[in-house]
């Protein structure tokens, strides 16, 4: 059971090296999952570390792709290009959007 407000907004931050095929295969994958599962209620900052080397350091990012979820808390992270969709659901402990019956 989960204590999460389904209403809650979701910050979520993709680091990535470059716009690469796989950086742009994880965009794609988390913005499909956003849209299907959290309608609305996020949003989704892409972080080039080729660009912003240092903002690696803050998530304590390691790999590339990695998409961490800084809000709602607890923090969590996932590698990879995100593309097993109910893994990164599970991973981020998503909370489906549920419209009133």
């Known amino acids: 059971?989960?204590?999460?407000?389904?209403?809650?907004?979701?910050?979520?931050?993709?680091?990535?090296a470059g716009?690469?095929?796989?950086?742009?295969?994880?965009?794609?994958n988390i913005e499909s999952i956003c849209t299907d599962n959290l309608q609305g209620r996020y949003d989704?900052?892409?972080i080039d570390l080729l660009e912003q080397?240092?903002?690696?350091e803050g998530?304590?990012?390691i790999a590339v792709p990695t998409l961490v979820r800084r809000l709602?808390?607890?923090l969590r992270k996932i590698i990879g290009d995100l593309?097993?969709?109910?893994?990164?659901?599970?991973?981020?402990n998503l909370v489906p959007y549920k419209k009133d019956p």
Request: hydrophobic share 35%.
């Open 83 to 92: 593309s097993q969709t109910e893994k990164v659901i599970v991973g981020l």
């Open 1 to 16: 059971m989960t204590t999460e407000n389904p209403d809650e907004k979701y910050h979520l931050r993709l680091y990535i």
């Open 53 to 56: 080397p240092a903002l690696a």
């Open 44 to 46: 989704i900052e892409v």
């Open 59 to 61: 998530d304590q990012i």
């Open 19 to 28: 716009m690469t095929p796989t950086a742009r295969r994880a965009l794609s």
């Open 72 to 74: 709602p808390p607890p």
